[in-house]
Antibody, heavy 122, light 110 residues
């Protein structure tokens, strides 16, 4: 079964760090584009980061220089390293698969995890 | 601040047809494919429409997508109580070099 399971969320103080994990099963994270998408409480969806299958990464402007998307090939796991966290980073974080082989998001994000909650507060 | 604008709400009675609009620009909708996501209460988003009008396997043909110029639309026909939730459009933005989501539309079945 194709599945994504996130973990690593929690409560962190402003300025702190957190690493989110997304374990994949039924497919390889190295052969797909992988994404993180977040949703602040009561708000809409916001794309955060994309990891291409060749290892290149893209980020939304608000997290550039603070967040890093990466993967561990043998563990088949996607990560999001979050540093210098701010209260406005508080959200449910979802990982999602993009099956596109060319232009990102042409086929949309077809597999999503259940999400992990990050709360940034003093 | 989202660059794709959707109406905040839409509603209809069971069996009716509801249409949700998504307004963007030449940088996103006009030059790239549009995807639509359904988020039922308390659940993760689900891909509903990709490449502007195609349905993934398992999505009923009650859901249909279209695109014209800088706007896109999602239509839900034969509205059911299980369709209540939030709906988001999304498209790649060539200027921002990233994916942008719409503001979201809450669908209510009366």
């Amino acid at each position: 079964e194709v599945q994504l399971v996130e973990s690593g969320g929690g409560l962190v103080h402003p300025g702190g760090s957190l690493r989110l994990s997304c374990a994949a099963s039924g497919f390889s994270v190295t052969s797909h584009y992988m994404n993180w998408v977040r949703q602040a409480p009561g708000k809409g969806l916001e794309w955060v980061a994309l990891l291409y299958s060749d290892g290149r990464a893209l980020y939304v402007d608000s997290v550039k220089g603070r967040f890093t998307i990466s993967r561990h090939n043998s563990q088949n796991t996607l990560f999001l390293e979050m540093n210098s966290l701010r209260p406005e980073d508080t959200a449910v974080y979802y990982c999602a698969r993009d099956p596109t082989k060319g232009r990102p998001f042409y086929f949309g994000m077809d597999v999503w995890g259940q999400g992990t909650t990050v709360t940034v507060s003093s | 601040q989202s660059v794709l604008t959707q109406p905040p709400s839409a509603s209809g009675t069971p069996g009716q047809r509801v249409t949700i609009s998504c307004s963007g620009s030449s940088f996103n909708i006009e030059s790239n494919s549009v995807n639509w996501y359904q988020q039922l209460p308390g659940t993760a988003p689900k891909l509903l429409i990709y490449s502007s009008y195609k349905r993934p396997l398992g999505v009923p043909d009650r859901f249909s997508g279209s695109k014209s110029g800088t706007s896109a639309s999602l239509a839900i026909s034969g509205l059911q109580s299980g369709d209540e939730g939030d709906y988001y459009c999304a498209a790649w933005d060539d200027s921002l070099k990233g994916l942008v989501f719409g503001t979201g539309t809450k669908v209510t079945v009366l």
